[in-house]
């Protein structure tokens, strides 16, 4: 089979049929070798017509200025690792995307078992095996909140979630609890307000949103309970209804 030709990336060591952790002794050892059976003095009088040319000769002494050079064979080394790298990186990102998977699964579960401190460790993981997944980047900011940890990064990872996916209800969900636990209710309440935009039935959403509403109407009630006064019954129930007076 004829070697590839000048215009392509070509392996002296192949050329040599040398290993590349090769002694100098070993390649000049496999150069005379070569030479004395492809020289074009010798090749021409092959017996065997499809052994001849059968590998360029040129080629043979091209491999062996560049190995035996100790500053060429540096960078031809480099350039023979930066290609192999590149050949097995479609390889790795499959790999790395099930490690990344993997390690979400496990996290769910420990979210599940109230287990965040796990969760975040795991997610984590998700993420820097898989940076551009939103799921993962905005479960990683709940898991976060949910310990009170880092609210800054959880913010962020939230946010860079809703950039890839603003229609997600959840990614806006996850950032109102962010912002909830931080303290900033007024904004973790447009959060969740947007989440039920995009799905009406959110339940974490809805917890936190009509959750405090329902705490607000407590703490009403017994502020007029106290001063004498009661909500009015009506269907609407509302808390900015005017109070009445209790009947003694």
Known sequence: ?????KHQFVDYYQVLQVWPTASLDAIKKAYFKLAKLHHPDVADKTPDPAKRGA??????NEAFAVLSDPSKRLQFDEELRRRGAK???????KADKRSAQLAYEQAKTAMR????????VLLKSATNYDPNNPEYLSWYGFALAALNA??????????KALEMEFYNAEYHANLGYVYHQAGLTSTARE????ALKWDAENALALKHLYGSMQKRRSILESILSFLGLSLPRSAGGSA?????????
């Open 191 to 194: 959060c969740f307000e947007e």
């Open 240 to 248: 900015g209804k005017r109070a009445t007076k209790v009947r003694s």
């Open 87 to 93: 050949s097995v990186a479609p390889e790795k990102k």
């Open 150 to 159: 880092k609210l800054h990064e959880a913010r962020d990872a939230c946010k």
């Open 113 to 120: 078992h109230n287990r965040y401190d796990k969760a975040v």
């Open 1 to 5: 089979m004829p070697i590839e030709s």
């Open 55 to 60: 590998v360029d000769f040129t080629l043979i």
